[in-house]
């Protein structure tokens, strides 16, 4: 089965003009092109559930949560299913991370992974139906010091230890902030994942067509985890990095990633240029990906 993923730091659907001293809002416009990249799965960070200051003062501002309106498809029929996590609480609203679905999500849960009271961050976990399979969805959005992404990451790694079997299918995708690629490896290693863009552009077909022959053996004498060992380490010869999504206009830092288990990543890019610079302070990561059987 074939799929498109994203994931995209919308920036709470502002940006501001006149040097900076007027908001205007992005949102309509993010509907829009969100629709054009035909994704099945969108993962959302800084999501405006609430905003009562923009409410009054922004012109077209949406009356519903930013991923209500954003589910809603002005091209297809059939629009997104979503769901929304509440990291940060402030007197005129609040804002988190979401999932837009194309597929039914079964289950939903919010999880607050704030490292300190002066950076309010969170998980939201969601299982979506995919051909009579079970697909966890984990939007991340983690801290911008170095000591609180590390704790955040152990966190989730011990959260899907001990709740998810290791054989279901992992997507864990968002803003990480981790300029520095300091995490991959622990995911990797612990999770048994890869990252999308690590997938396509770092790993060589010698590395992977010499792990698949040496494992071949063992996984047609039924040591399928000796296999898989043996794949994953020809997986990791070269270094790790990532897709360059930050700032927008011009992308520079990895803070942006797609981790993927169970799938075949087919493609991925970068959605770069004005036109969505001028959206976010983020440019959009879009992976086409296949479920193993």
């Known amino acids: 089965m074939k799929l498109r993923v994203a994931t995209y730091n919308i920036h709470k659907g502002v940006s501001r003009r006149l040097f900076g001293l007027r908001h205007h809002a992005t949102i309509q416009e993010l509907r829009n092109r969100l629709n054009d990249l035909e994704s099945d799965l969108v993962f959302l960070q800084e999501v405006q559930g609430q905003n009562d200051r923009h409410a009054l003062r922004i012109e077209a501002w949406p009356d519903e949560p930013q991923n209500v309106y954003l589910a809603k498809s002005t091209q297809r029929r059939h629009a997104f299913e979503t769901a929304y996590g509440q990291n940060a609480t402030y007197l005129h609203g609040h804002h988190g991370n979401a999932l837009l679905s194309r597929f039914v999500i079964e289950k939903r849960e919010h999880r607050d992974v704030s490292d300190h009271a002066l950076e309010k961050r969170g998980v939201l976990h969601c299982i979506v139906r995919m ?163």
């Open 131 to 293: 051909e009579k399979r079970e697909v966890h969805c984990f939007v991340i959005h983690f801290g911008l010091l170095a000591r609180s992404r590390a704790r955040q990451t152990e966190a989730l790694i011990a959260w899907i230890e001990r709740e998810i079997p290791n054989d279901q299918p992992l997507l864990i995708a968002g803003d990480f902030n981790d300029w520095r690629h300091t995490l991959s490896a622990t995911l990797y290693k612990r999770l048994s994942v890869s990252e999308v863009f690590d997938d396509q552009h770092w790993v060589g077909p010698f590395q992977k067509k010499a792990s698949d022959f040496i494992a071949r053996p063992f996984a047609k004498a039924g040591l399928d985890q000796v296999a898989k060992g043996i794949v994953r380490a020809g997986n990791q010869l070269q270094s790790i990095r990532g897709a360059r999504t930050f700032p927008a206009l011009l992308p520079w830092l990895q803070m942006d990633r797609i981790y993927q288990r169970g799938f075949v990543t087919r493609s991925v890019q970068v959605m770069r240029g004005p036109a969505w610079a001028r959206l976010s302070d983020h440019a959009p990561l879009v992976a086409d990906l296949e479920l193993l059987p």
